[in-house]
Nanobody, 124 residues
Framework: QVQLIESGGGLVQAGDSTRLSCEVS????????MGWFRQAPGKERELVAA????????DYLDSVKGRFTITRDDTKNTMYLQLNSLKPEDTANYYC?????????????????WGQGTQVTVSS
């Protein structure tokens, strides 16, 4: 059974930093692209950051460029998202996802396995 378990969310203040982790079991992330998505109440789920199988190619939502960093550690079967300079508009449930392909996709429908999400709430 494939499981993606997110952790690291919580309540933070504007300007703070936090790191999200996505630990995967039941499949290897080696050779597969992965992504972080977020969904705020009443809004569509959107791609925040994606990383290809090698870790050398990444892509970010414009509003988080320069503030968020996606990384992966295939030896731990884990992906991370470092969130810096957090803003209230970053408040959302953050999901990790794994794709059965080496290359990044911006389309959430291209990701096959999903976690349950971790809530990040940024207070002003």
């Amino acid at each position: 059974q494939v499981q993606l378990i997110e952790s690291g969310g919580g309540l933070v203040q504007a300007g703070d930093s936090t790191r999200l982790s996505c630990e995967v079991s039941g499949r290897t992330i080696y050779g597969n692209a992965m992504g972080w998505f977020r969904q705020a109440p009443g809004k569509e789920r959107e791609l925040v950051a994606a990383i290809d199988w090698s870790g050398h190619t990444t892509d970010y939502l414009d509003s988080v460029k320069g503030r968020f960093t996606i990384t992966r550690d295939d030896t731990k079967n884990t992906m991370y998202l470092q969130l810096n300079s957090l803003k209230p508009e970053d408040t959302a449930n953050y999901y990790c996802a794994c794709r059965n392909s080496r290359e990044i996709s911006l389309d959430k429908m291209e990701y096959q396995d999903w976690g349950q999400g971790t809530q990040v709430t940024v207070s002003s």
